[in-house]
């Protein structure tokens, strides 16, 4: 069993920055892409980016060049530095991995962006 444990959300002004943390309770993270997910009320869950185990990223349009994802396998730790936040960035954000088939999930932080 595989725990993921998000935390660093808040509330911050538009233009502001957050940064966002996922520890696993297990170092067999390291071999694994980890995904950031976000969820708005009433909207489907969205990926927001990803991390390959060789350092490879990947982001969605809407928030390319404002956010990135890096990890500190030595922590079992990946990050979501999220910069110029925007309104529209209000959401449940959730880190991700998929171990032998199986999907993994936090339990999620909130972001809000509001002035």
């Known amino acids: 069993q595989v725990q993921l444990v998000e935390s660093g959300g808040g509330l911050v002004q538009p233009g502001g920055s957050l940064r966002l943390s996922c520890a696993a309770s297990?170092?067999?993270?390291?071999?694994?892409?980890m995904y950031w997910y976000r969820q708005a009320p009433g909207k489907q869950r969205e990926l927001v980016g990803s991390m390959t185990s060789g350092g490879t990223t990947n982001y969605a349009d809407s928030v390319s060049g404002r956010f990135t994802i890096s990890r500190d396998n030595a922590k079992n730790t990946v990050y979501l530095q999220m910069n110029s936040l925007k309104p529209e960035d209000t959401a449940s954000y959730y880190c991700?991995?998929?171990?032998?088939?199986?999907?993994?999930w936090g339990q999620g932080t909130q972001v809000t962006v509001s002035s």
């Open positions: 297990t170092s067999i993270f390291s071999i694994y892409s």
């Open positions: 991700q991995i998929n171990i032998m088939g199986l999907p993994y």
